[in-house]
């Protein structure tokens, strides 16, 4: 389970430092050593420590769930502070460092990200319920019809001004359904360890 773990975070560390680098050279190598770094650290102070108290079968499931979120509390993170740039300057900057990051593809990428993850609970239902995968799709699905408002595109042309006028409640409403299905996958998980804790109370007995 430990090896599985390093693994992961390698490559997201990995990940990260190739991504910094490709955008602010050697500087972003810097940047990118330092946040890997910390991810690392984060990870094995919250994950690592309670992951090697749970059995086989739980703590599969457990990794799974946790691994599933990451990427999930990082889209909610940028989806925060879309709304909140329409409010503050300093969100805006942010976020437009983000999109021109990406290319200007960030909703697009976003969104094909997200259909990609709520495909996968459908396939398999006994890992992440089906119900949050349906959910992540939906919110993906709308993510990447945000993503071509600026198209040229007949069916574009019709759906857009709805977006463009109800902006900020549309993201509002994917920022509590994203963060339904964080905190909903994050009680699952931690509903498997209070059950295996609880039946080692049991057999003590």
Do not use: C
């Not at 909703?107 to 349906?134: A, D, K, N, Q, W």
């Not at 595109?153 to 900020?168: G, L, R, T």
Request: zero cysteines; proline letters at 3%.
């Amino acid at each position: 389970m430990s090896k599985v773990l390093d693994i992961a975070m390698a490559g997201i560390i990995s990940g990260i430092v190739a991504y910094t680098t490709s955008q602010l050279g050697i500087a972003g190598t810097v940047i990118g050593a330092v946040l890997g770094s910390m991810l690392y650290q984060l990870m094995s102070n919250f994950f690592r420590e309670p992951l090697d108290n749970v059995d086989a079968i739980k703590t599969q499931k457990l990794e799974r769930s946790i691994f599933y979120v990451f990427p999930l509390i990082i889209i909610l993170g940028i989806e925060v502070i879309y709304l909140l740039s329409s409010f503050y300057d300093t969100s805006l900057l942010i976020f437009h460092s983000l999109e021109t990051a990406t290319r200007w593809n960030l909703f697009r990428t976003i969104g094909v990200g997200l259909m990609i993850m709520g495909v996968y609970p459908l396939l398999e239902p006994e890992r992440i319920s089906p119900v949050y995968g349906l959910i992540v799709l939906i919110v993906g699905v709308v993510k990447l019809m945000v993503g071509f408002v600026d198209f040229n595109s007949p069916i574009v042309a019709w759906y857009s001004p709805i977006f463009h006028q109800f902006n900020e409640l549309i993201s509002i409403m994917l920022i509590a359904a994203l963060l339904y299905v964080i905190v909903a996958i994050i009680q699952d998980s931690m509903m498997f360890k209070g059950e295996k804790d609880q039946s080692k109370v049991v057999k003590g007995n």
